[in-house]
């Protein structure tokens, strides 16, 4: 091993690169990774690289391993020459074969067998453009060849040492894109405090605090994120590209989200028991869990035979959003010889269960109404249902499980309940398997402590007004039927739910003072620190009516209300009818409330956005 000289510079670096070195990583100190770099523009180890090759692909010709070499090289230093990167480092790239004629997929990292890789850690990773000015890097993780991790390090007696760390690698991807071309990863660190993260997304708030225990020390943090096996399974399965708002973007699995898709993938495989709950808070990235999962059931065709898994949604929108994450997402599924349907009627749900499709299919929840009973009666039928609490309302659970009576059922929650107004809840249909009711579970606790979920902040409306008593009458009856009440106790109970639920939170009166109250508010206290705001409404209506009141206090195009469509409401509801966005307006809405510096600056919204907040 070569010997580390140590720095007053480097209390933290050196100390990350004796660490890695235990756990399998080769020291490479500066002079020497710059002679096998060729110079300070250059990236990779190329001999290193082409040796790999070679061993991998032993059918490559020489041409053929240098003009990979040459490719990797001439990638572009953008989101998609990093994503171009992933691709040859899992072998999804492929190459001609002369002997074969064919194309054959190209090896450039062995996943199943770490050690016959070859890893180098260096440090003082200078890399220089020809003609621009170059910048630094502390620590550089390179595996055969290619870099594949970067490290900023911080002293950890500088207070905000975390967010400079992060400030340097945006100026990193500012000034000198090359360097950000490659690494896939990313670590913000100091003694004390160990943060991780994705090149190309360095938003404070996408990354996430690597934890394997309590009071854990820095060099047990280092060796669990870089063991050889544990790295390269995260370069493998845990890192995902996507398009948001027509923009590619790029994130990674936390923990939680790791743990929870080996525990689904596991209960898939066992074939003995059928269910399973995954619940893990709101915003805690459920959808990426859940099409994770998905994929490498898909993947592992011998495992699983040949299966086929079901995304089950609930709401149009959500089906919208999740198919086009699931056309981006799962791509490299349809490169893979996996096919992906999405099932836009009950007609052809149904045919693609009977016909015994294979692959990926999605489907609304509503979609099983009616499907006859063992439409197929497979045990390689996986089916992961998205908001599971809602999902199994009435009827429509009992319809997917006796179309699909030998699949295995997980669902995904964030908020399970005990029982519904139409049978057992989430825990007893989706938990019977597991004495805690759950695979995996990650509470807000959870992750307000690992700071991914901010502390709810809020502050209580005025509430001092009264319902109208016509108004009143008309929800406590309408109530009292929808729940079929008879008795007196019965009744007293609707009464409750009619006075604490929509009647009051819809009054004209307590909206109009609410509004007002939010615009002053929202003037005083959140509008000078440069923030935006939801205001969430109980319904629909609620939206509308808040919008028209908030129209009066500040300037329209302040304010946005984002809800569901509903055929009816041109003549039922008249007023939400009329400030209805389009699909279009809607889309240019999302997109603008996300920049700092375009309206509108208050979203109001219901149940359409998956967000967390207090009723208006």
Not at 306 to 326: I, K, S
Request: proline share 4%; aromatic share 8%.
């Amino acid at each position: 091993m070569t010997e580390l000289r140590i720095t007053e510079a480097g209390s933290v670096q050196f100390p990350m690169v004796r660490h890695a070195a235990e756990v399998g990583w080769t020291p490479l100190p500066p002079r020497e990774a710059l002679a096998m770099r060729g110079s300070e523009a250059g990236l990779l180890f190329r001999g290193v690289l082409e040796d790999a090759l070679r061993r991998f692909n032993p059918w490559m010709t020489g041409d053929a391993i240098r003009s990979v070499v040459e490719n990797l090289q001439a990638l572009p230093p953008t989101i998609d020459g990093n994503r171009q990167t992933l691709e040859w480092l899992r072998g999804q790239r492929q190459v001609y074969d002369e002997a074969e004629q064919r194309s054959r997929q190209a090896r450039l990292l062995d996943f199943e067998n770490p050690q016959a890789n070859v890893l180098h850690v260096s440090w003082e990773w200078r890399l220089k453009p020809p003609a621009r000015k170059g910048v630094r890097a502390d620590v550089m993780f390179v595996a055969n060849g290619v870099p594949v991790a970067i490290v900023e390090h911080k002293n950890p007696t500088d207070a905000d040492a975390i967010e400079r760390g992060l400030t340097q690698l945006r100026r990193y991807e500012l000034e000198t894109p090359e360097l950000m071309v490659a690494a896939q990863l990313f670590n913000v660190t100091h003694l004390l405090d160990y943060w991780y993260g994705v090149t190309w997304n360095l938003s404070r708030r996408y990354m996430a605090r690597w934890k394997e225990s309590t009071g854990e020390s820095y060099r047990v943090a280092v060796q669990s994120f870089f063991e050889p096996a544990r790295f390269l399974r995260a370069l493998r399965d845990w890192i995902l590209f996507y398009v948001e708002d027509g923009e590619t973007r790029k994130t990674v699995l936390r923990q939680h989200q790791r743990r929870a898709v080996d525990l689904i993938v596991e209960r898939c495989a066992e074939g003995v028991k059928r269910r399973g709950l995954v619940w893990h808070t709101q915003g805690s990235g459920k959808t990426f869990t859940l099409l994770t999962a998905a994929r490498l059931v898909l993947e592992d065709k011998d495992r699983f035979q040949n299966p086929t898994v079901v995304v089950v949604v609930d709401r149009t929108e959500l089906e919208g959003q999740l198919a086009g994450w699931v056309e981006r997402l799962l791509g490299e599924l349809q490169q893979g010889d996996i096919a992906v349907w999405r099932a836009n009627s009950r007609g052809e749900l149904r045919d693609l269960l009977t016909a015994g499709r294979r692959g990926l299919i999605i489907s609304m929840i509503h979609k099983f109404e009616g499907i006859e009973k063992d439409a197929s009666a497979r045990d390689n039928i996986y089916v992961f249902i998205d908001e599971a609490h809602r999902s199994v309302a009435r009827e429509l659970g009992t319809y997917l499980m006796a179309a699909l009576p030998n699949s295995t059922i997980i669902g995904f929650t964030g908020t399970p309940i005990a029982r519904t107004a139409y049978g057992e809840g989430t825990f007893k249909i989706f938990g019977a398997d597991d004495n805690r009711g759950y695979i995996d579970k990650y509470s807000i606790a959870e992750s307000i402590e690992d700071e991914t979920t901010l502390p709810i902040r809020h502050m209580m409306a005025p509430s001092e007004m009264t319902v109208p008593a016509n108004q009143l009458d008309r929800e406590f009856f309408a109530l009292a039927e929808m729940e079929g009440v008879t008795d007196v106790g019965e009744l007293n109970r609707a009464l409750d739910r009619a006075v604490g639920l929509r009647a009051f939170l819809t009054a004209d009166d307590r909206v109009e003072k609410v509004a007002a109250f939010t615009a002053q508010h929202f003037q005083d206290n959140v509008l000078p620190l440069g923030y935006k705001a939801f205001l969430v409404a109980v319904n629909r209506e609620a939206c509308a009516k808040y919008k028209q009141a908030l129209d009066k206090l500040l300037p329209p195009e302040w304010t946005a209300p984002v809800y569901s469509e509903n055929a009816n409401d041109v003549v039922e509801r008249p007023l939400v009818a009329g400030l209805q966005l389009s699909e279009k307006q809607e889309e240019d809405v999302r997109l603008a409330f996300k920049q700092a510096d375009k309206d509108p600056k208050i979203l109001i919204v219901t149940d359409k956005l998956d967000i967390c907040g207090a009723a208006a």
